[in-house]
Antibody, heavy 121, light 106 residues
């Protein structure tokens, strides 16, 4: 079964750090690009970051650029999101999502169940 | 920054057709995908490359692109189709999601 499972969410104070993980199974992880997408409470979807399959191309949303770092470990079948200098507005459910080639229009076809990040004092 | 605009909400009677639009500059040069999200669940891809359906998506879901407007059409809408729907496209180095449309089946 193709599956993505996120972990690492929790409660953190403003200015703090958190590292999210996404474990992939059931498919050849190294063959796919990956994304992090978040959803604040009661709000819509917001794309956060993208990495190509070998991490040659990495893109960030302006809202997280310089604070978040996406990384992909093809040997461990895992995707990560290092989040630093967290703000209240980063509070959201964070999803990892499988992708193909950036700009191909093939969409994010597999999503995890999400992990919740709450930034509050 | 690149923006995609959708109507906030749409009501449709069971068996009728629901059409959700997504407008954005240069969308015609990029193409669009569509996602369905039910309450408490993760998004599901329902249309990619403007009009293609992933395996397992019912054929009542269809997509089209005309000029800078993409449209998701649900024909013969069922109660199970009640959900939020998001379009998605891309810029030179960033993905963008539409504002989302809540579809209510009355």
């Amino acid at each position: 079964e193709v599956q993505l499972v996120e972990s690492g969410g929790g409660l953190v104070k403003p200015g703090g750090s958190l590292r999210l993980s996404c474990a992939a199974s059931g498919f050849t992880f190294r063959s796919y690009s990956m994304n992090w997408v978040r959803q604040a409470p009661g709000k819509g979807l917001e794309w956060v970051a993208y990495t190509s399959r070998s991490s040659n191309y990495i893109y960030y949303a302006d809202s997280v650029k310089g604070r978040f770092t996406i990384s992909k470990d093809n040997d461990r079948n895992s995707l990560y999101l290092q989040m630093n200098s967290l703000r209240a507005e980063d509070t959201a459910i964070y999803y990892c999502a499988r992708d193909w080639v950036y700009g191909s229009g093939q969409g994010m076809d597999v999503w995890g169940q999400g992990t919740t990040v709450t930034v509050s004092s | 920054s690149y923006e995609l605009t959708q109507p906030p909400s749409l009501s449709v009677s069971p068996g009728q057709t629901a059409s959700i639009t997504c407008s954005g500059d240069q969308l015609g040069n990029k193409g669009a995908c569509w996602y369905q999200q039910k309450p408490g669940q993760s998004p599901v891809l329902v249309i990619y490359q403007d009009s293609k359906r992933p395996s397992g998506i019912p054929d009542r879901f269809s997509g089209s692109l005309s000029g800078n407007t993409a449209t998701l059409t649900i024909s013969g809408t069922q109660a199970v189709d009640e959900a939020d729907y998001y379009c998605q496209a891309w810029g030179s180095s960033a993905y963008v999601f539409g504002t989302g449309t809540k579809v209510t089946v009355l």
